[in-house]
Each structure stands twice: as C-alpha cells, then as structure tokens.
C-alpha cells in the first residue's frame, strides 16, 4: 500500500587514504527515467555504475547526482616552480651587490610565496583508482538509498491526499445519484409546462411533442456516467493499495475521471447537479495535479 513520490533529496560523505567527498542526490517530477551526473575530471569511469544504480532504484522522475571530491594531503605533489625561483635568485643577488649585505640562503629563497608549487593531485597507478573508485560508488549507494526512502516518505504523505481527493470524488458521485433520481420529475414538469403553452401556440400534435420529451429525458440520463465515475473511484483506489508504480495509471484514470465529469455537466438539467458537476471537475483536477508527482 505504498505510494512514491518523485521528489526528493539525500547526501552522503566518504573519506579514504585522506581523500574526501561528498554526492548530493534529488530528483523531480518526469516523464520517465532521466539520470543526470555531475563529477570533476578523472571520475568518467563512475557514470555507467551510477546509471545502473539509479535504474535499479527508481522508475520515473529526473534523477540528479553531483560529486564534490577533495584529495588529501598524502596525494599532493610538490614540485618548484622554476621561473619564480630563477626571479627571486636575481633579485637576491641584486641586493647583494647593492647592499653588501650576504647573499640569501637556499632555504629563504624557497620559503618565498609561488616558488613552492602543490599540485591537486598525484597520478594515481590503475589499483588504487580502482579501489577509490568503488569507495565512491558505495557512498553513491548510500545516498541513492536515502533518496529512495525520502521520495518513499513523501510519496506516504501524497498518499493521503490522492486518497482524501478520491474519496470526494465517491461522495460527490453519490449526491449526483440521490439528485439523478428525481431528476426524471422535475425534467417532466418542466416539459410539460412547456408542452401546454406550445399546444396553446401552435398546431403541433401532442404525439410529437411526447416523442421530443421522451428524447430528452434520455439525453438528461447521467446513470452510465455515474456508474463510470463509481467504477473509476474503486480502480483509483485499488491502484493506490497496489505497490506498484502507478503514476502513468493515476494521471490517465484522472483524464477519465474529467470526461465522465464533463458529460454529467453538459447534461445536467437542474442547478443543484451542475454544481456537483463543478465540484467534481476542481476535485478531479486537484487529484490529477497531485496524481503527477507519484512515481
């Protein structure tokens, strides 16, 4: 009896040799299954497990995955730039000359502010990318799995309401039945109040006047719509206690919903089930809205 959303948002961190990152995972409403992800260089070999992983996961909705990866201090490089070095040697050495003062020490000049370099990152040997790879991608695991109970627990308080919009639905059903059954007499003095004075006008025989009102009493009758609503709320209802991903399903039974709402407006002969009619289609367009987001 479970209903999913497709909205939700999750994270997870992960460290190993001194490296850190972090994924961030949300998804929204889609069409269908839509995976994006975002990386910095050198995770290329990430994409086609994180596809999977999501795929495995999830049926619909857009999917967005970003990793945030620092390396630590034991995979930096230090390497001397050499220009800076070659400038602060001369300017050293002009000082000298100038000041008599002792040439500067080795030492002094590497202390210098840009003549140290630290690289981002070492080259890494195939095994231990490998190995930090699959770290990565079990974080990646985790935070999908915290993405899947955050839409799991939104798709419980969609629930409610997809569940509260049905059960209007059927009430509303039900008042257009109770007034569907004296619609009959208030449809037939109203004709026959019109069949009086056309009699009192016209030449029109009384036989072709009973055949027109007998055609409209059987364009006025809204019973196969009701029946079709009443059918359509018990299939709403058993798709929402399926477990099942029945977004598509929701939103074409709301599309039903509306065309049988429609008819019982365009033939309503009394303000009281036009109304009905009216509260019908804001109800079934609330649901339909709300159908959109399930998974």
């Known amino acids: 009896m479970t209903i999913v959303s497709m909205t939700g948002y999750a994270e997870a961190q992960g460290s190993r040799d001194g490296a850190r990152w972090r994924w961030e995972a949300k998804s929204v409403n889609g069409r269908g299954l839509d995976v ?90 195939d095994y231990a990318r490998a190995v930090r790879d699959a770290a990565i991608v079990e974080t ?17 308080k969609l629930r409610a309401v997809l569940v509260a919009h049905v059960d209007e639905i059927a009430r509303l059903t039900g008042e257009a039945r109770a007034l569907d059954a004296v619609q009959p007499r208030v449809l037939r003095d109203r004709l026959t109040a019109q069949v009086q004075e056309m009699l009192s006008a016209s030449g029109i025989s009384e036989d072709r006047l009973a055949q027109e009102a007998a055609l409209l009493a059987v364009k006025a009758d809204i019973r196969e719509e009701l029946d079709r609503l009443q059918a359509h709320v018990h299939e709403a209802r058993a798709l929402m206690a399926s477990g099942e991903a029945v977004g598509r399903k929701l939103d074409f039974l709301s599309q039903e919903f509306n065309r049988e709402a429609n008819t019982l407006c365009s033939k309503s002969s009394d303000i009281a089930l036009t109304r009905i009619g009216l509260a019908l289609k804001a109800t079934i367009d609330q649901f339909r809205e709300q159908a959109q987001n399930v998974e």
């Open 140 to 156: 990646l695991a985790t935070a999908l799995d915290a993405l899947s109970r955050a839409r799991a627990s939104e798709g419980a």
């Open 36 to 125: 994006r992800l975002r990386t910095p260089p050198g995770f290329d070999a990430i994409e086609p497990v994180a596809r999977t992983l999501v795929g495995e996961r999830f049926r619909r909705g857009s999917v967005q995955m970003q990793l945030t990866f620092e390396a630590g201090d034991a995979s930096r490089g230090l390497r001397v730039d050499a220009a800076a070095l070659a400038a602060a040697v001369r300017i050293a050495r002009e000082v000298a000359a100038e000041t008599g003062l002792a040439p500067a020490r080795v030492d002094g000049l590497l202390a210098l502010k840009g003549v140290i370099v630290q690289d981002e990152a070492l080259p890494i040997e």
